[in-house]
């Protein structure tokens, strides 16, 4: 469900604008400021930690919701700003150097043409994203499907499906019965 943010301001100190955070998110100053740091180093440590069961712990803690049996690669990076706007079911591979943004925040001066908004990702049981991809907002990777090496997907992505290029775009899809479910 896309959500309404507001758009980017980069006026005002690093105070101000964590007070403005704490009055749209309804949380104290010091507790915004904190969840924005803890949330900063989880993600910074995820990133290269030579461990995937690390990363995927890591990234549990910033609020990310994943499943049994993940695989995260390194350097991947589940978006700064709302970790908690994305799923990642059991089974998936996420191969490194991926992108998952679930946000677009222009600056103001945009605002008569983007969005400013939040809007989230799931990536359902079994999918695969390949290596260097970037997901974004309010898509959704279907069941065992695929998303080839470099792809930009943009739009959601059926079960049992192989996407590839910019814009990711279905090159195949196959029966159900071919997945070796372990």
């Not at 604008?17 to 910074?44: D, E, F, N, W």
């Not at 079911?89 to 679930?102: E, K, M, P, Q, T």
């Amino acid at each position: 469900m896309k959500i309404k943010i507001d758009y980017y301001n980069d006026k005002g100190s690093a105070f101000v604008q964590a007070k403005q955070k704490a009055l749209t998110s309804g949380k104290s100053i010091p507790l915004s400021i904190y969840r924005k740091l803890h949330s900063h180093v989880l993600s910074m440590i995820a990133r290269w930690i030579p461990v995937s069961n690390l990363r995927v712990l890591l990234q549990r803690c910033r609020g990310v919701e994943i499943g049994k049996s993940v695989f995260l690669g390194a350097n991947v990076i589940l978006d700064n700003a709302y970790p908690e706007h994305i799923t990642i079911g059991d089974d998936c591979s996420i191969a490194g150097d991926v992108y998952i943004l679930v946000h677009s925040n222009p600056k103001k001066h945009f605002s008569g043409l983007l969005e400013a908004y939040v809007d989230a990702v799931e990536i359902k049981k079994g999918a695969w994203i390949g290596i260097g991809s970037i997901i974004l907002p309010g898509v959704t990777i279907g069941e065992y499907s695929v998303v080839s090496a470099g792809s930009l997907v943009s739009n959601s992505i059926p079960p049992y499906s192989v996407v590839k290029g910019n814009p990711a775009k279905v090159v195949t899809t196959f029966p159900s019965d071919l997945i070796t479910h372990q």
